[in-house]
C-alpha cells in the first residue's frame, strides 16, 4: 500500500496557518493527504462568527466554519476530511476519537503525521490532539487490535501560534516556496479568522528567509517548521 500523509488538528483553521503548504507540496506530487479536524474550533477559534450572534446559532458558526475548512481543504489538494465535532475550548477526551483516528492510520497508512506539539499552555486543546494522535499511533501498530496493523508513522509537530512559548524547537525547514500561492489561498478560504493571514505570512517568510541561508538560494524563500518526535532511520550520514 502506497504511503500517505495525516494531518490532525484540533480545530478546522489550524491546518491552513500551519502545515498548509506540506499538504498542497505533497498533494501536488501525487502523495495522497488525508486531514482531520477534531472539532470546528466554534467555541474560541471563531470570535469573528460570533459578532451579533447568540449561543442559539451555534449550529450556524459550525457550519460557517466546516464550510471554509472544505473550500482550504480542496484549495490544498485533500484527498479526505474528517470531522470529528468533538467541541473545543475544551476539547474533551475522547477514546472513541483515538480509536476513530487509528483506524484511519490502518487504512491510509501514513508515512508522516503532522499535528501539533506537545505542549501549548495557551490553547490545551492543541495539547490534547497530540496526546490522543500518539494513543492512536500506538493502537495502530499494535497487531493484537487487528491484522492491518502497519508500520509506525513518524509524528512531525507543526509551528505552534507562540513558539517559544510552547518550547518548539523546529528540526526541520520545508520550502514551500512552490505552492505558497495555494497555500495563501486557502488561508484566504478562512475570512473567519482573517486576523492570522498576516500573522502566517509573516511566519512563512522568516521560515523561508532561514531555509535559503541554508539553501544559499537568493530570492525570497517560503518555509514552515517542524519538529520530528521520534528518530529518523538513515542507512547514511551523506547522501
Ligand atoms: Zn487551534
Redesign the pocket.
Known amino acids: 500500500m502506497s504511503q500517505s500523509l495525516l494531518v490532525v488538528t ?2 478546522v ?2 491546518f491552513a496557518w500551519r502545515c498548509g503548504g506540506a499538504m498542497a507540496l505533497h498533494a501536488q506530487r501525487g502523495v495522497p493527504v488525508h486531514l482531520i479536524c477534531l472539532s470546528y ?1 466554534e467555541n474560541g ?1 471563531s470570535n469573528a462568527a460570533w459578532q451579533g450572534h447568540d449561543a442559539v446559532e451555534r449550529e450556524a458558526v459550525k457550519q460557517l466554519r466546516r464550510a471554509e475548512a472544505e473550500a482550504a481543504a480542496t484549495v490544498l489538494g485533500v484527498s479526505s476530511l474528517d470531522f470529528y465535532d468533538l467541541g473545543d475550548y475544551p476539547m474533551p477526551d475522547s477514546a472513541e476519537a483515538v480509536q476513530r483516528i487509528s483506524q484511519t492510520m490502518r487504512r491510509t497508512n501514513p508515512a508522516v503525521v503532522l499535528t501539533h506539539p506537545e505542549h501549548d499552555p495557551s ?1 490545551l ?2 495539547c490534547r490532539t497530540f496526546d490522543m494522535v500518539l494513543r492512536a499511533r500506538m493502537q495502530s501498530m499494535a497487531p493484537g487490535h487487528g491484522r492491518d496493523h502497519i508500520v509506525p508513522p513518524q509524528i512531525m509537530s507543526f509551528e505552534p501560534h507562540q513558539t517559544e512559548l510552547c518550547g518548539f524547537k523546529p528540526n526541520i525547514l520545508l520550502d514551500i516556496t512552490s505552492v505558497w500561492d495555494k497555500k495563501w489561498q486557502a488561508m484566504q478560504s478562512m475570512p473567519t479568522q482573517r486576523n492570522l493571514w498576516a500573522y502566517y505570512e509573516r511566519v512563512a517568510m522568516q521560515r523561508g528567509a532561514q531555509a535559503g541561508r541554508r539553501a544559499k538560494s537568493t530570492g525570497q524563500l517560503y518555509g514552515e517548521a517542524y519538529q520530528s518526535i521520534f528518530p529518523t532511520v538513515m542507512s547514511t550520514l551523506v547522501v
Open positions: 484540533a480545530h483553521g489550524d474550533g477559534e490553547n486543546d492543541h
